[in-house]
């Protein structure tokens, strides 16, 4: 399953930012990472399962930040966007194969990434970084939310019920790859850096 941990984007230039984060395990240091920082994290839950952070305390920007986080857990981010990025593990082969699987791989988590956001700025009820809620969507193969089941509450029923509705009407607009596993969890994470995420129509995806 995927865990996508959305805060409010961050302003063009990188601001140094004073962090505090302990040692512990890697999902919920991403989750504390996003809180923080506002960074938007896609990433397959199965390959965070296991692995540990180093604690980052000072103050950083939040690109030093996330690759201190990482140090020694065996991944490396690869970034969708100034403000939202992905894990993998590093290449060990470098044949053309390869490259252009984790080109798909990539492009898509992009995509989806932004399909989401489409869907969620439909409604001022929804925008992202308002709130926190746990959902749980099933892609078509051509790009279609089929299903969307929410899991945790975001603790206003009118929102839960738009929340449903808008990422019904959600379309990935790129074929996901071979490799995705359904469903598809959305961990979506209130703002907590005093920015607010700009809604504005992505290119690649669709919310209607």
């Given at each position: ?113 932004q399909a989401i956001e489409a869907s969620l700025c439909r409604s ?40 449903v509705r808008n990422l019904g009407a959600a379309r990935v607009e ?35």
């Amino acid at each position: 399953m995927l865990l996508l941990l959305t805060g409010a984007a961050s302003a063009q230039a990188e601001p140094a930012l004073l962090l505090d984060l302990p040692p512990q395990d890697l999902e919920h240091a991403l989750q504390a990472y996003s809180r923080a920082t506002g960074m938007a994290v896609l990433v397959d839950r199965e390959l965070t399962r296991g692995r540990r952070s180093i604690g980052v305390h000072g103050r950083f920007t939040a690109q030093e930040a996330l690759a201190m986080l990482l140090t020694g857990s065996g991944l490396m981010a690869r970034y969708a966007r100034s403000d939202a990025f992905t894990l993998q593990v590093p290449e060990v082969s470098h044949t053309p194969a390869r490259r252009n699987a984790a080109r798909i791989n990539n492009s898509y988590a992009t995509a989806l990434q932004q399909a989401i956001e489409a869907s969620l700025c439909r409604s001022p009820l929804t925008r992202p970084g308002s709130f926190r809620a746990l959902v749980q969507v099933w892609v078509s193969p051509n790009g279609v939310i089929q299903y969307s089941r929410l899991v945790s509450s975001t603790g206003d029923a009118q929102r839960d019920e738009a929340l449903v509705r808008n990422l019904g009407a959600a379309r990935v607009e790129r074929p996901a790859p071979s490799s995705l596993r359904q469903p598809v969890t959305l961990l979506l994470m209130p703002d907590t850096t005093g920015t607010r995420m700009e809604c504005t129509a992505a290119k690649g995806a669709s919310g209607g």
